[in-house]
């Protein structure tokens, strides 16, 4: 059973443009959601993350909205740049972050010159 | 430099032995954990562990073993019981606030 979906699968933007990533959970003792940035044969690196006591948070170009009611969260990259091409994974976990975290099989995204 | 290190980049692995990944961290950080990564997959957790001399199971823990003698050090061992030991094996620490930081990973082949 997938605790954490995401979608799409893969995701082409134009530069300029606007990545918008989704994810659904499943499990309500989920109480942090964070998103990572891998690029290949290089480790994840945490980009952004939120707790369920705020449904939006920013940090430069990209932003998480969180929906606690329909248990879902999403990422958006603003102003996408060539260099935001990887793969993109969103991740959830409870005790606040403590216990290992629940990944979702990741967005390979792809933007456009 | 402050981080974690993961040895080696990459292990190569006859079908019946047992191999041991390395993992440091100097971020002086409680929390450690052990994931793994298949192609098109996202990171699945295999053992996590909390303090010194503690650990717990994660959701595919079965064929591995590890141990936390030390705070800065987790090592894996990828056992003859894991079927299908063939992956990128990710190590992560994580301190207060529970951000989990990564290593950059072994890929261990099994040949």
């Known amino acids: 059973q997938q605790q954490v979906k995401q979608s799409p699968q893969s995701l082409i933007v134009q530069k300029g443009g606007i990545s918008i990533i989704n994810c659904a959970y499943e499990n309500t003792a989920f109480d942090y959601f964070p998103w990572y940035q891998q690029f290949p044969g290089k480790g994840p690196a945490l980009l952004i993350a939120i707790r369920p006591d705020v449904s939006e948070k920013k940090e430069g170009r990209f932003t998480i909205s969180f929906n606690k009611s329909a248990k879902q969260f999403s990422l958006h990259i603003m102003d996408s740049q060539p260099g935001d091409s990887a793969t993109y994974f969103c991740a959830a976990s409870s005790r606040g972050g403590a216990d290992g975290l629940t990944f979702g099989k990741g967005t390979h995204l792809i933007i456009q010159p | 430099d402050g981080g974690i290190t993961q040895s080696p980049k990459y292990l190569f692995r006859k079908e019946g032995q047992n191999v041991t990944l390395s993992c440091e961290q100097n971020?002086?950080?409680?929390?450690m954990y052990w994931y793994r990564q298949d192609p098109g997959q996202g990171l699945r957790l295999i053992y996590y562990s909390q303090i010194v001399n503690d650990f717990q199971k994660g959701d595919i823990a079965e064929g591995y073993s590890v141990s936390r003698e030390k705070k800065e050090s987790f090592p894996l061992t990828v056992t003859s019981a894991q079927k299908n030991p063939t992956a990128f094996y990710l190590c992560?620490?994580?301190?207060?606030?529970?951000?989990?930081?990564f290593g950059p990973g072994t890929r261990l082949t099994v040949l």
């Open positions: 971020l002086n950080h409680d929390a």
């Open positions: 992560a620490s994580s301190g207060q606030g529970n951000k989990q930081f």
